[in-house]
């Protein structure tokens, strides 16, 4: 996927919700994952994305520990379009699951007032 354009970025190793673990669970799995990554695509990893969008200030100050040098999230927050208030390190992000289909999707990424309350 990678060799054809599509960006391979951080999730976690197990898709571990960041803020409902400890601060040593944090930093373990984040720089698991980036280490991975960095062997398996021969390239540095610096994005992260928080599994279901979900982070706390621990999560944030793991984040940027571990090396990573953007993040994106949607909890707690309207998912859609990012601004440079949002903070590098909880970009808001166009939601995509499982819960919604590809019409939607479409509908975040081409307009600049899509919201979508993340779940």
């Known amino acids: 996927m990678d060799k054809y354009g599509i960006g391979i970025k951080s999730h976690t190793v197990n898709h571990e919700r960041l803020k409902l673990i400890s601060k040593d669970k944090q930093l373990k799995t984040l720089i698991q994952s980036k280490k991975d990554l960095e062997k398996i695509l021969n390239k540095k990893i610096n994005f992260f994305a928080y599994p279901g969008g979900a982070y706390n200030k621990s999560a944030i100050k793991s984040v940027k520990e571990a090396g990573y040098t953007m993040a994106f999230a949607v909890d707690g927050k ?10 590098i390190f909880s970009l808001h992000r166009v939601n995509i699951s499982f819960f919604r289909n590809l019409n939607a999707f479409k ?9 979508y309350k993340a779940r």
Do not use: R
């Open 107 to 115: 509908t975040g990424i081409s307009n600049s007032n899509y919201k």
């Open 78 to 87: 309207w998912a859609g379009w990012s601004s440079k208030n949002d903070g």
